[in-house]
Nanobody
Framework: QVQLVESGGGLVQAGGSLRLSCVAS????????MAWFRQAPGKEREFVAC????????NYGDSVKGRFTISRDNAKNTVYLQMNSLKPEETAVYYC???????????????????WGQGTQVTVSS
């Protein structure tokens, strides 16, 4: 089992920034891909970003490219999401996920991830 704990959410004005963190514990493996998804009320869970186990490859949802940056520190079993120029429509619960065997073809698929955190609320005011 792997436990994931997200932090860093909160209330921010439109155009502001937040940095989310997710710490993994338990039977962690640095070979896991790590990702962020988000889910707004009444909407489906949406892919935000993913990073490979080495940190050498990352991928972003179209709506966040150029504004969000995902990174990881395997020594700390932590993945980060730096979010800049936030928009009100990005208000959502942000979830961290890890998966073994994630590929370029599956990294946007929530069902392919093995473990999920409880989520952290991000609210962007207009």
């Amino acid at each position: 089992q792997v436990q994931l704990v997200e932090s860093g959410g909160g209330l921010v004005q439109a155009g502001g920034s937040l940095r989310l963190s997710c710490v993994a514990s338990g039977r962690t493996r640095s070979t896991y891909a790590m990702a962020w998804f988000r889910q707004a009320p009444g909407k489906e869970r949406e892919f935000v970003a993913c990073i490979s186990w080495s940190g050498g490859n990352s991928n972003y949802g179209d709506s966040v490219k150029g504004r969000f940056t995902i990174s990881r520190d395997n020594a700390k079993n932590t993945v980060y999401l730096q979010m800049n120029s936030l928009k009100p429509e990005e208000t959502a619960v942000y979830y961290c996920a890890v998966g073994l065997g994630i590929t370029l073809g599956t990294m946007r698929m929530a069902e392919k991830y093995d473990y999920w955190g409880q989520g952290t609320q991000v609210t962007v005011s207009s």
